[in-house]
């Protein structure tokens, strides 16, 4: 298996929490990753990036501040911690393997997981 799988989601209260998982082949494990949303009738979007070694991190302003990525002890697994949560983080959320983070932005591949639901209710 090479896509990512992705693990987490599901329906929270407005101000609520939830901590998505991201599981990727060993071939991830020293690679640059990333999470992706996507609501109805939008365009998939950037959510968070983070580089291979977990040193760096870059944010989408909507997000900034309420989320944080971090990398597992076993670096082919990402996280993303969503704190205070919004109805506007209504989406599905990706797992983005093998991509590049430079310079403060992170540039997807096409190894993309099937996505989590994550719902919040206002």
């Known amino acids: 298996q090479v896509e990512p799988v992705e693990s987490g989601g599901g329906l929270v209260q407005a101000g609520g929490s939830l901590r998505l998982s991201c599981a990727t082949s060993?071939?991830?494990?020293?690679?640059?990753m990333g999470w992706y949303r996507q609501a109805p009738g939008r365009e998939r979007e950037f959510v968070a990036g983070?580089?291979?070694?977990?040193?760096?991190?870059t944010y989408a302003d909507s997000v900034k501040g309420r989320f944080t990525i971090s990398r597992g002890n076993a670096k082919n697994t990402v996280y993303l911690q969503m704190n205070s949560l919004k109805p506007e983080d209504t989406a599905i959320y990706y797992c983005?393997?093998?991509?590049?983070?430079?310079?403060?932005?992170?540039?997807?591949?096409?190894?993309w997981g099937q996505g989590t639901q994550v719902t919040v209710s206002s």
């Open positions: 983005n393997g093998g991509g590049t983070y430079y310079s403060g932005t992170y540039y997807p591949t096409n190894y």
């Open positions: 060993k071939l991830f494990s020293d690679v640059d």
């Open positions: 983070i580089n291979w070694s977990g040193g760096s991190t």
